[in-house]
């Protein structure tokens, strides 16, 4: 116990300049997403849609290190520590990368091989917005 | 795999008599708990994404998410509400930080005034998300249900709704927990548990679940609100 006392003793200075940066840095970076956000409303272009989304992923994945490298402290932890933790979690890129691929390849499949499938999601909404209506008739 | 471990780290950490992660046991414990949590989250938000991939159609968020509290039928602020949300959690993160620190600095007031505050921005961050499911809930949404229409103007699945109400569940019943714990923290704090003991482990392991909740917010408000 005494020597967690002492390593946290050495981390004293600076701790609030640090605090105050990280902060501001992740203010900066939800306030980039939101205006990025808020700019992809008006795009039609998918292409251009796809880059923003890929932006903003960039970011969240930005303000996850300061999260956890600075307020989770995982940052002035000993390597041994913050390689116990990270090393697993890179796990996680062959999920996505697998998952997604998985499901982009079944709806293709479902587009080719199942017709009716696809008609069915081609279909505009008509009568959804009714029965809308209807619930909300139904409820007054 | 042990001999290349002690071969690459130059202190004497593996040597023995004491943690080579240099931390104490209920930390270490917490790293792996949060670990396991961000598997379980990660699965939820990659079958999500696994669904968004392989439906055709899907609603768009800034057509769902555009209202706010005390705003009328035709309110249309998308992303507005969620952002003051996500501020929300940032803030009451930061609190927490700084509840940590003075307790490593042994300062009981400064530790006691920033866990107040962070229980107030958990609590807020509650109503918010109590106010975004009951406003949804009256539009029609709920699990097996979904009154939004797709982004192209085709029929929708139930995914979407399913997906948004079981993850944003999942992470407001962890900042519930996590409320809770941080109530806790402030009680044993006032009645000096940690003055006795000499220090205020506790709050650090406290503070290290309220960082995680915060950064799984960042990731569902990402997922969920804006792409």
New interface residues.
């Given amino acids: 116990?005494e020597?967690?006392?002492a390593?946290?003793?050495e981390?004293?200075e600076g701790?609030?300049k640090e605090?105050i940066k990280v902060?501001l840095i992740?203010?900066v970076l939800?306030l980039i997403?939101?205006a990025?956000?808020?700019w992809m409303?008006g795009i039609e272009s998918q292409q251009l849609r796809l880059a923003i989304?890929g932006t903003?992923?960039i970011l969240?994945l930005a303000?996850?290190f300061y999260?956890?490298a600075y307020?989770?402290h995982l940052k002035h932890?000993?390597?041994?520590?913050i390689m116990?933790?990270v090393v697993?979690?890179i796990?996680?890129v062959w999920?996505?990368t697998a998952?997604?691929y998985?499901?982009?390849s079944?709806?293709n499949l479902?587009?080719t091989y199942d017709p009716y499938k696809?008609e069915?999601?081609?279909?505009?909404?008509e009568?959804?917005?009714e029965s809308?209506e209807v619930?909300s008739e139904e409820t007054k | 795999m042990s001999t290349t471990t002690t071969a690459t780290v130059p202190t004497k950490l593996w040597s023995g008599g004491k943690s080579p992660f240099n931390v104490e046991y209920g930390k270490l414990m917490m790293w792996y708990f949060l670990m396991s949590d961000a598997f379980t989250f990660g699965a939820f938000l990659i079958a999500y994404g696994t669904t968004r991939f392989a439906t055709n159609g899907w609603p768009n968020p800034n057509e769902v998410f555009k209202s706010y509290p005390f705003a009328g039928e035709n309110a249309n602020a998308p992303l507005v509400f969620v952002s003051i949300m996500t501020f929300i959690l940032i803030v009451s993160s930061v609190t927490m930080v700084l509840a940590v620190q003075a307790g490593q600095q042994m300062k009981k007031k400064a530790v006691v005034t920033n866990l107040i505050l962070t229980i107030i921005g958990g609590l807020a961050f509650l109503s918010c998300q109590a106010w975004e499911w009951n406003h949804l809930f009256h539009e029609g949404a709920w699990w097996g249900r979904n009154p939004f229409i797709n982004a192209d103007g085709t029929a929708s699945t139930t995914g979407f709704t399913n997906f948004f109400f079981t993850i944003t569940g999942f992470h407001g019943f962890h900042v519930l927990s996590g409320v809770i714990i941080n109530i806790v923290m402030l009680i044993m704090t006032l009645t000096d548990k940690f003055e006795k003991r000499g220090h205020y482990l506790m709050i650090e392991k406290a503070g290290l679940y309220w960082h995680f909740v915060d950064l799984v917010w960042v990731f569902v408000f990402t997922c969920f609100y804006l792409i």
């Fill in positions: 116990m020597q967690t006392h390593i946290h003793a981390n004293h701790g609030k605090i902060t992740l203010t939800t997403e939101l990025l956000g808020f409303m989304k903003i992923v969240m303000k996850a999260i956890v307020f989770m932890e000993v390597k041994n520590l116990t933790i697993p979690l796990l996680f999920f996505i998952f997604l998985d499901g982009n079944f709806r479902k587009n696809k069915l999601s081609t279909k505009k909404a009568k959804k917005e809308k619930k």
